[in-house]
């Protein structure tokens, strides 16, 4: 597959998160496994799927071993950050792997392993589909909202889809929610403030992205409009109640970090001083120490078939 230079709308260090997006990945691998058996099940044999934003490769990793229990076939990986599509692609093989070994353990009537090809590049480009093999399967999680034409993007994917092909775009659902209402550190719905914020922050950040266009409608309507068919959408839960393992609470406390950040001057000066006292792992309200940390979202995928 081709390699040529990239980059991100958004202006993002994503390869500084790494460290974060594989923690997550592993909070999230269960769902994301269910999610991609559900979404090769009825693709043709020797199917084709294409990763598009792929990251750190949590879902890579659940398309591999969905592939290969059903003999095999073809995984694309795509992003525009090469430190990304390392992680992903090595996630990818290592899980096609396992599958393979792990063949006699597995409920499927052939297994067989996965091709792991990369793409590195830029997932806004307007020639995106010369780039990919036509595919039976594109996937797109939480990377459409970070381009500047988002109708245009959602184009390009189901370009990319060969007849009869499934584009599969993960955007919007819930936010993740970690904490209790009430902390006993500054007032009460902290979180529900950093997440405002938050939302607010993104608005900016859209507003300020060079060519930006609008898009004011749901994500059904954008693949109708790409000239998709048969429309549909669900949504997965990814739920860790409390008491949780350590790997939530550091979850958490790197969330709520990075929502504060994220804010800025826009917290007020009694919310800084609590989120400081929560992520301090030397202060009594460290989060980190608590029970009643947990992580609970939904995150909705939108459907489309090119016929």
């Not at 990304?84 to 692609?89: D, K, P, R, T």
């Amino acid at each position: 597959m081709a390699v040529m230079s990239a980059h991100t709308h958004d202006d993002l260090n994503w390869a500084a998160k790494l460290p974060s997006m594989r923690r997550a990945d592993a909070l999230f691998e269960k769902a994301l496994r269910d999610v991609a058996e559900r979404l090769v099940r009825d693709l043709p044999a020797q199917a084709t799927v294409v990763d598009v934003g792929c990251g750190s490769g949590g879902m890579s990793r659940a398309l591999a071993s969905a592939l290969a229990c059903r003999g095999g076939g073809t995984l694309v990986l795509l992003d525009a950050v090469a430190e990304l599509l390392h992680a992903a692609s090595e996630a990818a093989r290592s899980a096609s792997d396992a599958t393979v070994a792990d063949a006699d353990s597995v409920d499927a009537p052939v297994v067989a392993p996965v091709r792991v090809r990369t793409v590195l590049a830029d997932a806004g480009r307007s020639d995106l589909p010369a780039l990919l093999p036509e595919a039976d399967l594109v996937w797109a999680s939480s990377v459409v909202h970070h381009l500047p034409d988002q109708q245009k993007a959602v184009g390009s994917l189901a370009a990319a889809l060969r007849h009869g092909g499934l584009l599969a775009v993960a955007e919007g659902g819930l936010a993740a929610r970690c904490l209790p209402w009430d902390l006993g550190v500054g007032e009460p719905g902290l979180e529900a403030r950093l997440i405002s914020v938050r939302e607010a922050w993104f608005g900016e950040l859209r507003a300020g992205m060079k060519d930006v266009v609008r898009m004011p409608y749901g994500w059904g309507a954008a693949l109708g409009k790409a000239g998709l068919s048969g429309i549909s959408s669900f949504s997965y839960l990814v739920d860790h109640p409390a008491p949780a393992a350590q790997l939530v609470s550091d979850f958490a406390v790197e969330r709520v970090t990075w929502l504060a950040e994220t804010a800025g001057d826009k917290l007020t000066a009694g919310d800084h001083a609590a989120v400081q006292s929560l992520v301090d792992p030397n202060s009594a309200d460290y989060l980190g120490h608590r029970a009643d940390v947990h992580l609970l979202s939904a995150s909705t995928v939108h459907c489309g078939w090119r016929r």
